[in-house]
């Protein structure tokens, strides 16, 4: 079954830049993987940011942008801030077994 | 405004079935794509599986065993059963629009216990 790698934990300076990234277990993630990124904040529902790899939803902020990178699926956040601290999963189709798999997600602080 | 909401029993007993319904307004279910996806408490997001208009369905291989979406366009709502069910099924549950994935409902906690 495939498995879905992302960071535990990032933290970033408010202002900053980072990257997170997602791996697939079963080789380089291309756009047939249809990646998705997904925020939620505690005790909230999960909001999808980022849609088939790089595509953003009209409330997505601009700050979020997303790409292959390196055989892998990532977000990039520039210009930090304090309201972007979250937890992100990306998920990835299978396209083998025609399911989805999550990442177990990267937890991001803004410090 | 799209808006979707899951409803079912918060409680559960092992060994029964768990079932939710997640009701659709804003948007016709029809000729489109729908979701689940469950949290337990403290941890990710898993991906439980999702069902099109036409009924097709695709499940995570690690509940297809135990795991039945249906849709009913007439009522605009989907549901899950998940049967079987044990502690490792305690969860807050999500339905979701799906391909892509935009609306999610704001989740419903199940807890399996005696």
């Known amino acids: 079954q495939t498995v879905v790698n992302q960071e535990p934990s990032l933290t970033v300076s408010p202002g900053g830049t980072v990257t997170l990234t997602c791996a697939s277990s079963t080789g380089a993630v291309t756009s047939s993987y249809y990646p998705n990124w997904i925020q939620q904040k505690p005790g909230q529902a999960p909001r999808t940011l980022i849609y088939s790899t790089d595509k953003r939803y009209p409330y997505t902020p601009a700050r979020f942008s997303a790409s292959l990178l390196g055989g892998k699926a990532a977000l990039t956040l520039s210009g930090v801030q304090p309201d972007d601290e979250a937890d992100y999963y990306c998920?990835?189709?299978?396209?083998?077994?025609?399911?989805?798999?999550f990442g177990g997600g990267t937890k991001l602080t803004v410090l | 405004q799209v808006q979707l909401r899951e409803s079912g029993p918060g409680l559960v007993k092992p060994s029964e079935t768990l079932s939710l319904t997640c009701s659709v307004s804003g948007v016709s279910i029809g000729r489109d794509y729908w979701g689940w996806v469950r949290q337990p408490p403290g941890k990710g997001l898993e991906y439980i599986g999702h069902?099109?208009?036409?009924?097709?369905?695709n499940y995570n291989p690690s509940l297809q065993s135990r795991v039945t979406l249906s849709l009913d366009a007439s009522k605009n709502e989907f549901s899950l059963k998940l049967n079987s069910v044990t502690a490792a099924d305690t969860a807050v549950y999500y339905c979701?629009?799906?391909?892509?994935?935009?609306?999610w409902g704001q989740g419903t906690l199940v807890i399996v216990s005696s």
């Open positions: 979701a629009r799906w391909r892509p994935i935009e609306y």
């Open positions: 998920v990835l189709y299978s396209f083998v077994g025609q399911y989805w798999v």
């Open positions: 069902i099109y208009d036409s009924g097709s369905t």
